[in-house]
């Protein structure tokens, strides 16, 4: 199939570079040229408008609201040609509302729309292993399905579009929580002689540990020890993104959510000290770390 990607970041390359591998043909378009080059066997658009002119289904994962905004809209964006008959998946973790107003946008030009926001990082996007949360109209969600399907271990179609947005603002919501109150666990270990392998391998064997320690617990014991754990697959401004968003759909809801609420503040302290680009994880380890103010 002739898919594009518009937005080649940390995730819509991994999940070009599998693409190509199951076999597509890829172009891509991204707005900074220089991620272009890395990503070898895809054909190379010179707008977003081009790369849409020439795919059958095209692909984005970017940033927020504002990126989509830049990507889908003006003269040069994905919309702006005769794109009537094709699909547009967005994948971008952003509020319901973006996906409600990015799909009327794009059925108003004639095309199909599904939104897909995913769990899982940068090695599972490689490997075809995200959690897919799709919320699109049926006909729409069974045309995306053989695509999604070749980037996900596990695809749930949970409703309309904005559905699957408000299902991976709650599912994060526990992990950015977790974050924080594993690195307050962490703080109260502090007397102990215990070396951080051991502790994180203690804590993923115990109901005081997430599933994501299974994953993220050896590069914490890394950190722990002052080591660097490599690149960050999710960042801490990442997070902070994602946490302003579930606090503005709570408001729209009329929900409380205190726990998000202090949890934003810890990600902002970490962020104004430095953090922001560095994995999420690194939270807990920070606040491990942290002298008393
Ligand atoms: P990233 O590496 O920072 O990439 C962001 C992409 O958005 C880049 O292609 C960037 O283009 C583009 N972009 C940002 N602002 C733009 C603008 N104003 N106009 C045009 N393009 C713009 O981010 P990522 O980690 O891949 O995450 C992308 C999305 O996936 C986010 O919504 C994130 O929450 C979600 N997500 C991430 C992960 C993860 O583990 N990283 C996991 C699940 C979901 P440039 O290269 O030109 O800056």
Known sequence: MLIGIAGLGRMGAAIGARLIEAGHKLTVWNRSAAKVKALAGAAVAVSAKELAG??????????????????????????????????????????????????????????????????GTVGPARQGRLLGLLGAEPADAARARP????????????????????????????????????GE???????????????????????????????????????????DPGPAGFNIDGGLKDIRAMLAEGKVLGVELPLTERTLACFEEASRQGLGAKENSSLSVYWANRKSG
Request: with cysteine; glycine share 12%.
């Open 54 to 119: 020439g795919v059958e289904a095209v692909i984005t994962i970017l940033t927020d609201a504002a990126a989509i905004d830049e990507v889908y809209g003006g003269p040069q964006g994905l919309l702006a040609g005769d794109v009537k008959g094709k699909l547009f998946i967005d994948m971008s973790t952003v509020r319901p509302a973006t996906e409600i107003a990015l799909a009327a946008k794009v059925r108003a030009k004639g095309a199909a729309f599904a939104e897909c926001p995913v769990g």
């Open 147 to 182: 695509i999604l399907e070749q980037l996900c271990r596990r695809l749930e179609h949970v409703g309309p579009v904005g559905a699957g947005a408000t299902m991976k603002l709650a599912i994060n919501l526990p992990l950015m929580v977790y974050w924080q109150a594993l």
């Open 185 to 227: 666990a962490l703080a109260l270990c502090r007397p102990l002689d215990i070396d951080p392998v051991r502790l994180m391998d203690l804590f993923a064997d115990t109901s005081g540990g997430a599933n994501v320690l299974k994953v993220r617990g050896p590069a914490i014991a890394t950190m722990l020890k002052g080591g």
